[in-house]
Each structure stands twice: as structure tokens, then as C-alpha cells.
């Protein structure tokens, strides 16, 4: 599948609607310091049901809803639609007739949520098990923060395979430190 449209609307910096369309070869988003791009990155890891929120880098999570500037009050709903193409695959499931799936997460100052496929409301378990085994999703390698490149190159071997076998989709074996040592011990004597 493949990112088509991302529409942001009261999230973080961007208080209007903004749309931003990723035709072919349209590889990255660039700017000056604090124009906001990191915000496009935080948007489609929020739509796509991230729940920590120091990984959308606030305290809380109603910090993602435009908070006010000095020209503009601030609002009360953030909301986010990813459009995603079908690409040469098709999508999965119950979608798997679609060319096009769009996404929609909303967010209220009341704590209230939603959470949307096709204009249909879903729960986020739903939003999950759509991208599940795609490759795709708030926690996975498909999104590359700044500066996870650079710890990546520099942690140690057994830790960097860690990290090439979840990218391969294997089960964990864990960090050497963490892997059973192989040795039974009889109980009580751990
Ligand atoms: P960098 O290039 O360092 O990654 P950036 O261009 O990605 O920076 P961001 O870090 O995304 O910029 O922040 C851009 C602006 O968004 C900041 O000025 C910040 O104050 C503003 N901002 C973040 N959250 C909100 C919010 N809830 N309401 C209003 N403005 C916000």
C-alpha cells in the first residue's frame, strides 16, 4: 500500500485543514527548524493508533490538539485522515475490494475519540488489525524518526540483531543478556 493523502486538521501546529498530497517520487518533506515537519511525522503516527504520547512527543495526549498561536485561539478537536492507495497488493480483509482506504483518527478536548475506516467508525483494535502484517504501523520500522538511524549504527551487534529480526518479522529471541541460558535449575533452587 501505498501513503496517498494526509489531511491534518487542528493537530498540533496545523490549525486549518492543510492537505498533503505524496504523488510518485515524492520521497520526503523538507523545511526549515521548527516549520512543523516533524508534526506531519507525529500526524501519521497518530492516525495510525499511537497511544504513547512521548512517541508524539507531548506530556499529554490533548497536547496533539492545536493549542493556540499568537494570531489563532486554539481549537477543539485535532483530527488526521491518512488516504492509502492500494499499490500492487491488495488491502486486507474486508478491504481487499477497495483501491483506496482512508483512515481517520479525531481527537476532543473532552478526551473524547474516534476512530474511522471508509467514513465507517471502528475501534482501534480495528485500525491495528487492518495494518497488521503489512508492515506497517505506529511501532514499526515503516516510520524512522530523526536520530534512530544514528542509535541504530551504534548499538551494540547482539542488540542491532534484535532489531533486524523484528524488521524481518521473527519472533523475538531477545537481547543475548535476555536469552535463556539453556540450563534447567529444579525448582526452589533459582
Ligand atoms: P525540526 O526541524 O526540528 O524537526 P519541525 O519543523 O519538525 O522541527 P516541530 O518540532 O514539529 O517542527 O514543531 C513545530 C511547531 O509546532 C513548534 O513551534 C511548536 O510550538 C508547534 N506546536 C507543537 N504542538 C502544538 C500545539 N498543540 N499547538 C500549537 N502549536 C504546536
Do not use: H
Amino acid at each position: 500500500m501505498k501513503l496517498k493523502k494526509l489531511e491534518i486538521l487542528g493537530f498540533k501546529s496545523f490549525r486549518d485543514r492543510t492537505v498533503l498530497e505524496f504523488p510518485e517520487g515524492v520521497s520526503g518533506v523538507v523545511g526549515p527548524n521548527g516549520c512543523g515537519k516533524s508534526n506531519v511525522v507525529d500526524a501519521i503516527r497518530w492516525v495510525l493508533g499511537e497511544m504513547r504520547v512521548t512517541m508524539l512527543r507531548g506530556k499529554k495526549m490533548e497536547d496533539v490538539i492545536f493549542n493556540g498561536s499568537e494570531d489563532a485561539p486554539p481549537v477543539g478537536m485535532a483530527e488526521v485522515t491518512m488516504v492509502l492507495e492500494k499499490g500492487p497488493y491488495t488491502f486486507p480483509g474486508a478491504y481487499a475490494d477497495c483501491a483506496e482506504v482512508m483512515i481517520s483518527r479525531r481527537l476532543f478536548r473532552s478526551g473524547e475519540s474516534e476512530y474511522s475506516i471508509n467514513n465507517v467508525p471502528v475501534r482501534l483494535l480495528d485500525v491495528r488489525e487492518f495494518f497488521m502484517d503489512t508492515g506497517v504501523g505506529a511501532r514499526t520500522y515503516s516510520l524512522v524518526e530523526q536520530g534512530s538511524i544514528a542509535s541504530m549504527v551504534e548499538v551494540k551487534p547482539e542488540e542491532r540483531r534484535a532489531f533486524i529480526e523484528e524488521a524481518a518479522g521473527l519472533p523475538s529471541t531477545g537481547t543475548a543478556r535476555n536469552r535463556p541460558s539453556g540450563k534447567w535449575s529444579p525448582p526452589g533452587r533459582t
